[in-house]
């Protein structure tokens, strides 16, 4: 607990959208200095929250007054909220793929010398403020050629190169691995030493604990309970009941794996960078997966596991060399998406909003989109069938929506990894690669996820997932493999892994795979 004095205070907040009332007379108070969590399901109004906050709902689209410094705020703009030291990053990126690092950071605040943009001296503070958040790229590196962990990065420090007060950020290190979130951490703790205030919406308890003041629960709208976070412990319990309403035992659900013969397998997948030209991405790599088994891929940001899975997916990613692979012993080459899907491939990305979802499409559409022919009859489209599909899936993936008739922008983030989920199981799968699938998602609804991989497995089908979360890879899957740099580095039950040994794993030269006969 601290004794700062209060520097924000949203008293009554109500916003309702047609149908739906995002915000029931929500109340919280952020002390000066303080790293203020906010916690809750997807849906539960978070971000809503925080869009009231900094100006993207305007005043007088919602009720309820907003006390900044002492003083009444009445935002009609980002823009205005920010001249005000509010700066927020969303959990969805907003950065321009084409321009550089640099041009990213100063759009619309150029460094300027008279009539001119300095870009020497945009550089130059540009690889400062990457320095601040622990990226190390070219400043003139363009943006569409990094990850999304790294580009999330680059939002922080653009936020950073404005005169920020109180720093909003909207899950972010929801992309990230285990060193750049702890990197994020501790930059936010300099902040704090340095008399900037931060709320930080999180889904990781484990963070939470390590970096709040005090935490703020909000449920179906309404603000649950706010309490200090004292010497850096936290009541994940009392959180999670708070948070889902309910109590919940195991983060991981048990089970008893039925494995089987081999399903998938890779022998040799060398591919190149898509934009430079000898930079190998995948490097000979070799792996299996058996009927009714989870295997894992862990590795840091930038190790190739996402190139790996994109270029296997129809050859999505990069120049393919080399490599073979087979399903069910025999030998498939799929060169297209639509081809992988074929063959009993299907792949949910990690970046939803450019690679998995057209925001303007319905919830209902999108879930049936890579498997038209599912709801054809005749030859024409069963829209009742169409409605039943995306009801079915809406109930067991527990996506928070009025009508499978909204759109998918209308969703939260967790929600619309969700219906990403939800579009590649209904295709019905032999191989189904998951590149982080709880990104962004509450522990309630990740628990409903889990049981749904098991199930999937359960059904005989081979089920890979990629994750920056070392527990979630030793929670739910059977085997592990490890990246690095392009090569796949170790290999190991999960039963006998511990993240140390990833870890190590993760960070060192290549060692002998164990047979996966002998696991």
Known sequence: MTDNPVLLEMVGITKEFPGVRALDNVTMQ????????????????????????????????????????GEEMRFASIRESEERGIVIIHQELALIPELSVTENIFLGSEVVRGMLIDWDAARTQAAELLARVGLDVDPDTPVKTLGVGQQQLIEIAKALSKNVRLLILD????????????????????????????IMISHKLNEIAEVSDAVTVIRDGKTVDTYDVVAGQ?????????????????????????????????????????????????????????????????GLMGAGRTELMRSLFGRSYGTYLEGRMWLDGKEIAPTS????????????????????????????????????????????????????????????????????????ATLSGGNQQKVVL??????????????????????????????????????????????????????????????????????????????????????????????????
């Open 234 to 298: 936290v009541d994940e319990d009392r959180i999670i009941k708070a948070m889902v309403g309910r109590s919940i035992e195991n983060r991981y659900p048990t089970r008893e794996p039925h494995i089987g013969e081999t399903l998938f397998e890779v022998q040799g997948w060398t591919v190149e960078h898509p934009s430079l030209p000898g930079r190998l991405v995948a490097k000979n790599e070799s792996f299996t997966v058996r009927r009714g088994e989870v295997v894992g891929f862990a």
């Open 422 to 519: 939800a579009k590649w199981m209904y295709t019905s799968p032999q191989v189904l690669i998951l590149d982080e699938p709880t990104r962004g998602i509450d522990v309630g609804a990740k628990y409903e996820i889990y049981k749904l991989i098991h199930a999937l497995a359960d059904e005989g089908k081979a089920v890979i997932v990629v994750s920056s979360e070392l527990p979630e890879l030793l929670g739910i899957t059977d085997r592990i493999y490890t990246i690095r740099e392009g090569e796949i580095t170790g290999e190991l039950a999960s039963a006998e892994a511990d993240q140390e040994t990833l870890m190590r794993r993760m960070t060192t030269t290549s060692t002998a795979p164990a047979d996966p006969a002998q696991i």
């Open 30 to 69: 952020v002390r000066r200095g303080d790293i203020h969590a906010i916690c809750g399901e997807n849906g539960a109004g978070k971000s809503t929250l925080m869009k009231v906050l900094s100006g993207v709902y305007a005043h007088g689209t919602y009720d309820g007054r907003i006390l900044f410094d």
């Open 337 to 408: 998406v639509q081809q992988a899907i074929t063959c009993g491939l299907a792949y949910v990305t990690e970046d939803r909003k450019s690679l998995g979802l057209n925001l303007i499409d319905s919830i209902k559409s999108t879930i049936v989109l890579a498997n038209l022919k599912g709801i054809v009859s005749r030859g024409l489209l069963q829209l009742d069938k169409e409605a039943d599909v995306a009801e079915t899936y809406r109930r067991d993936l527990r996506i928070k929506t009025a009508s499978v008739d909204s759109g998918v």
């Open 171 to 198: 899950e972010p290190t929801s992309a990230l691995n285990e060193d750049d979130s702890e990197n994020l951490l501790d930059l936010m703790r300099g902040l704090k030493g340095r008399g900037i205030t931060c």
